[in-house]
């Protein structure tokens, strides 16, 4: 069992940065591929970004890439997304996940934490 707890998440100006960290308890998050996703109102939850369990190897959303950056700090148990050049349209409640294997599909992750929200003012 893995808890996860997302922060960072607050209002910006468009263009501007915002770090988002999620902690875990109770397992290492070494064990798992975690990814950050993002849900908007009356929409589906959509796939950010992915960090692989022993590579460290990532993976964005087209419409993140080259802006966002996701990391894992082992030592901390933690994992974050460093989002650069804010745009409106990533205004949305981003939460961290958990996943056995790699996959950008959000039924395929196990744990999930409770989200946090961005907004980004244009």
């Known amino acids: 069992q893995v808890q996860l707890v997302e922060s960072g998440g607050g209002l910006v100006q468009a263009g501007g940065s915002l770090r988002l960290s999620c902690a875990a308890s109770?397992?290492?998050?070494?064990?798992?591929?975690m990814g950050w996703f993002r849900q908007c109102p009356g929409k589906e939850r959509e796939f950010v970004a992915a960090?692989?369990?022993?590579?460290?190897?990532?993976n964005y959303a087209d419409s993140v890439k080259g802006r966002f950056t996701i990391s894992r700090d082992s030592a901390k148990n933690t994992v974050s997304l460093q989002m650069n050049s804010l745009k409106s349209d990533d205004t949305a409640v981003y939460y961290c996940?958990?996943?056995?294997?790699?996959?950008?599909?959000?039924?395929?992750?196990?744990?999930w934490g409770q989200g946090t929200q961005v907004t980004v003012s244009s």
């Open positions: 109770g397992r290492t998050l070494r064990t798992y591929v």
């Open positions: 960090i692989r369990r022993s590579t460290d190897s990532a």
């Open positions: 996940a958990a996943a056995p294997f790699y996959d950008q599909r959000a039924d395929q992750y196990l744990y």
